[in-house]
């Protein structure tokens, strides 16, 4: 058959390089085509092959599961039962065990990014060798989208480096730079992108078709099958991986991955994977994974095109660019933009409102309280962010029609997802007055608030909107939580009716871009949460439960949003016409 998404040489010694290269994709991906690509090329392997080369025509290796198949993954909780959950969920790492199985060598050579799946498939392999960079391309990130690694990585990474180093890469979900990961035994070898392939080849040669653990005298070292059994384990985990000082209670995935380990990784390998595959359907029928899922990764994904459609058709990018912030220049803005003095600039970047009439770029602060030139002048675009600029990954836009391009362009530049103002005053403001407000009126006094943010994760947030540090909350009462709750209701509540509809845009700002507690997903499915009856009621405030009754259509259906948005560039702070 024709392969689309990988191309495969056999060389004359009968070794086979297969290149993962995905029409129209800037990643390779897991998806249903590249799977039933892998599922073939491994069949061949076996029968006409003498070893397996695995490599990407991309910049980088792979990445992990294809979004439309975690979209799939999300509403199978709705109409799916448990083993038709399972069976779906474990096919990517039963195909990842076949390579593991192949009776000829394979061998991984990563000339790039390897995160999640795309990790996971190399570790499936027998040898790895990598690129030599200095930036840290080998991680399994899942965490912090509420997820584990589900394809095998519970299992091997922690036999491939051992329980603490596998511990502390999949609950901080930081990645590993090649010479580390070549130091803690995660790859077995680093060399320029020149060498890549030649190496690679050598070590199919040399390499057995084995994984170590699949071999009679294998086992864990002693002192990580004490580790393993000790009964203080889970409290092992969280103080390593540094959960032990965040609300690990509220995000399922850490205590899924600390069970995934403790009961699979002294286990013979097959069973360690069916460890693993059931304690992740169970983690997928949490809502807490999907609502995290869905707004740090689908719509994460997906709000950079929804502000690109909101431009004015005919406007054009900012041209030569001129940097009159106070703020450090963010991170490769210079090789994307064309930087030049003020002088000669068409468009200048600053943090006060100069005069003059080339177009300005305004960087505002949320928490400044000096007034918005929204509405003002017709040469102002504004930037809204949260607290510290290089920290933020989403901000607020706001623009006349004419610099409507020029003020994504600049915003993409520095590396950020745009987003068009969600309410007259941009919906960071809506967010953070309303909370003010609802701070103000709680009654409670700020060790009482801390308690209450801290039950909800709600520090950070709580903290901007008080323009002041809240210590830790140390006290932990179901009061507290049920202020919390009550809090971030309250402000959810308000925020969703002013945002004429652009809710999955709301839940992308409030999480990723002022701290929104990342577990309830955002507002919008915080709100839906309560809505579906899948966080208890009891104790919440009357006048919330009224005003979730009192709304007419759900909220979400599924996984997704209730009601299509007409992203066009018609609402509230998107420019109309040139």
């Known amino acids: 058959s024709m392969m689309k998404n990988m191309a495969l040489n056999i060389r004359e010694d009968g070794i086979g390089v297969a290149r993962m290269d995905m029409p129209g994709r800037p990643f390779n991906v897991f998806s249903e085509a590249m799977m039933a690509e892998l599922d073939e090329l491994i069949e061949r392997a076996a029968t006409e092959l003498t070893g397996l080369l695995i490599c990407s025509g991309k910049n980088a290796f792979a990445a992990g599961a294809d979004l439309a198949m975690i979209k799939d993954f999300a509403n199978m909780r709705f109409d799916a039962n448990w083993q038709e959950m399972r069976d779906r969920y474990s096919y990517l790492g039963k195909l990842f065990r076949r390579i593991e199985r192949s009776p000829v060598p394979v061998v991984a050579a990563i000339n790039g990014l390897a995160l999640g799946g795309g990790l996971e498939l190399a570790m499936a392999c027998h040898a790895r060798v990598c690129v030599d960079v200095d930036a840290p391309i080998l991680g399994l990130p899942e965490i912090l989208l509420g997820l584990l ?157 929804w502000a690109a459609e909101r431009v004015t058709e005919g406007a054009t990018g900012p041209g030569q660019v001129a940097w009159c ?31 003059g009439n080339k177009p300005f770029v305004l960087l505002q602060k949320v928490n400044d309280d000096k007034q918005a030139v929204i509405n003002a002048l017709p040469n102002v675009a504004v930037i809204d962010y949260f607290d510290d600029l290089h920290a933020a990954q989403v901000v607020e836009i706001i623009a006349p029609p004419a610099l409507s391009k020029a003020v994504v362009d600049i915003v993409s530049a520095m590396g950020k997802i745009p987003i068009w103002a969600i309410a007259p005053r941009s919906g960071s403001r809506l967010v953070l007055d309303t909370l003010r407000e609802r701070l103000a009126a709680s009654g409670l006094n700020d060790k009482q608030l801390a308690a209450a943010a801290w039950a909800v994760d709600a520090i950070p ?9 809240l210590g830790d909350g140390v006290s932990l009462s179901t009061q507290d939580r049920i202020s919390g709750l009550n809090i971030l209701g309250e402000v959810a509540l308000e925020a969703c009716q002013q945002s004429n509809g652009r809710y999955e845009e709301l839940d992308v700002l409030a999480v990723l871009g002022l701290g929104w507690p990342k577990w309830t997903g955002g507002p919008v499915a915080f ?17 919330l439960l009224v005003a979730l009754e009192g709304l007419e259509e759900p909220l979400k259906i599924k996984a997704g949003y209730g009601r299509p948005v007409d992203r066009r560039n018609t609402a509230v702070g998107a420019p109309n016409s040139l």
Not at 341 to 350: G, S
Not at 461 to 467: E, I, R, V
Not at 530 to 539: N, S, T, V, W
């Open 149 to 305: 690694p589900g394809a095998g990585g519970t299992q091997r990474l922690p036999r491939y480096v051992g329980i603490e180093q596998g511990i502390k890469m999949m609950l901080g979900g930081t990645p590993v730079t090649p010479a580390q990961a070549l130091a803690m035994g995660l790859i077995d070898a680093v060399v320029s992108l020149e060498q890549l392939i030649p190496t690679g080849l050598e070590m199919v040669k040399i390499t057995p078709a084995k994984a170590r653990w699949d071999t009679q005298d294998w086992q864990l070292p002693a002192a990580d099958s004490a580790l393993l059994a000790a009964p203080e384990w889970s409290d092992y985990c969280r103080k390593t991986s540094g959960w032990d000082k965040a609300r690990h209670q509220l995000y399922p995935a850490v205590e899924s991955i600390i069970q995934c380990v403790g009961h699979g990784a002294d286990l013979p390998i097959d069973q360690g994977f069916d460890v693993e595959w059931d304690i992740f359907v169970d983690l997928m029928r949490d809502p807490v994974a999907a609502n995290m899922v869905v707004t740090c990764f689908l719509n994460k994904t997906a709000a950079s095109k």
């Open 325 to 355: 912030s106070q703020i450090a220049l963010p991170r490769g803005f210079a090789h994307k933009t064309d930087l030049v003095d003020e002088d000669l600039a068409e468009t200048l970047i600053v943090d006060e409102l100069p005069s």
């Open 527 to 543: 709100l839906a949460m309560l809505q579906r009856g899948e966080l208890p009621a009891q104790g919440l405030a009357s006048d």
């Open 461 to 469: 947030l709580f903290s901007c909107a008080l323009n002041k540090p």
